[in-house]
Structures are given as C-alpha cells and as structure tokens.
C-alpha cells in the first residue's frame, strides 16, 4: 500500500521560502512510471496544480508559479520536496503531494492522482 | 476562478440519487478524460472515478461517472451519510499541459 506524507513549517514569513518535503512508503520514487506531484489549496478555494516530477527526475511546472518553484527528490530518503521562493499570502494554503498515473485511452490522456497525502497547512504570515 | 465550472453545493437525503455536473472546454474535457476526487477535509483526497467512469479497486459501483463532449457528471446512487464531502471533478489540459480542477462541490447527506 502506497502512502505519502507531508511534512515541513506550517508558518512562513512573506518574502521567504516555503520548503516542504514529501516522505514516500510501499513504492520507490525513482521506478515506475508515475509522476510525483504537488497540488495546493487556498482556506475557500478549488485545487491548483503546482508541478510534477518523473521517477527519472525531469520536472514540469504549473506556468503560473513556474518562476518561484522547484521540485526535487531524495531517492536515498524515497522523498520528494517542494521550494516555494518569495511568499505572499496568496500562497496560504493546504499543499497535497501525490503520486500521479499517465495512462492513454485511445487518443485521450488520463492523468489521475492516486494516492494522496493527508495535506499540510502552511500560513504565509509576519 | 477555477478552469472547470463546478456547482458549489448539492445535497440529498439517504437512499437518493445525485449527481454532480463538471463543465470545461476543448482543451481539457473535450480533449482528455475526466477523474473524480472526493475529500473529506482533514483526511487524503481519494481518486473515485478516472478515464471518465473506471472506478479504483475499492471504490462502490455506487458512483459512476460519464462524459459527454466538454461536459462531464459524478452519479451517487444509494446515497449515505458517509459520502457528505467535498467533490472535485478534473482532466488534463492541454493549454496548460497540466491538470485543471473544478470548484468543488460540497455535498450535504440530509
């Protein structure tokens, strides 16, 4: 059974970086062929994807945060991480990492998350 | 604002028949399939529904999904107090060459 964790500070001043880290169990980041994603929140609002990496290591990123983010892995810890750069409040959010399935249906492509994690808040606040 | 349009609540009473409608355009539900999450706040979104109506292992056959040019449903049939929750409809878009999410619709069991 396949379970992700996130973990990092729930509170970060406007201006700074926002670091949080995803621990994989029951799978290894670096095999397969599934995508390692983060997905946030804002308290009211509807979900927003953030970015993927490839068990190989390659990234693509949501254009509109593009600039101020990266994800990285940890193969030797099985984890994956997040760096948000220059914070606001806007960036108040609950962030869900995930493990994600590209699969091709015909000519129609498939791009579910499956599982999730249970979700961190993190409050950008002085 | 959200890319796929979401009504933002529904609700039922146990035993009932709803359904839940996603409306996008023809860069993502007109183009790719459609996944249904449902959370609970708290807890891990779970997957209910991809590939427009495959259900997970696990998942009851009480849900059930479909797809119709950029428009897609969520069917609960049977309804209980344990599917109140939030519902999140999404596909991939290829304008943005990432997934998009609906609203949400907060599902209230009466």
């Known amino acids: 059974q396949v379970q992700l964790q996130e973990s990092g500070p729930g509170l970060v001043k406007p201006s700074q970086t926002l670091s949080l880290t995803c621990t994989v169990s029951?799978?290894?980041?670096?095999?397969?062929?599934?995508?390692w994603s983060w997905i946030r929140q804002p308290a009211g609002k509807g979900l927003e994807w953030i970015g993927r990496?490839?068990?190989?290591?390659?990234?693509n990123y949501n254009p509109s945060l593009k600039s101020r983010v990266t994800i990285s892995e940890d193969p030797s810890k099985n984890q994956f991480s997040l760096r948000l750069t220059s914070v606001t409040a806007a960036d108040t959010a609950f962030y869900y990492c995930?493990?994600?399935?590209?699969?091709?249906?015909?000519?129609?492509?498939?791009?579910?998350?499956?599982?999730w994690g249970q979700g961190t808040l993190v409050t950008v606040s002085s | 604002q959200s890319v796929l349009t979401q009504a933002p609540s529904a609700s039922g009473t146990p035993g009932q028949r709803v359904t839940f409608s996603c409306s996008g355009s023809?860069?993502?539900?007109?183009?790719?399939?459609v996944n249904w999450y449902q959370h609970l706040p708290g807890t891990a979104p779970k997957l209910l529904i991809y590939?427009?109506?495959q259900r997970p292992s696990g998942v009851p056959d009480r849900f059930s999904g479909s797809k119709s040019g950029t428009s897609a449903s969520l069917a609960i049939s049977g309804l209980q107090s344990e599917d109140e929750a939030d519902y999140y409809c999404?596909?991939?878009?290829?304008?943005?060459?990432?997934?998009?999410f609906g609203g949400g619709t907060k599902l209230t069991v009466l």
């Open positions: 995930a493990r994600a399935s590209p699969e091709w249906f015909g000519d129609s492509f498939d791009f579910s998350f499956d599982p």
């Open positions: 029951g799978a290894s980041i670096s095999s397969g062929s599934y995508y």
């Open positions: 590939s427009n109506d």
């Open positions: 990496m490839f068990s190989s290591g390659s990234t």
């Open positions: 023809s860069s993502n539900i007109g183009s790719n399939t």
């Open positions: 999404a596909a991939w878009d290829e304008s943005l060459n990432g997934p998009v």
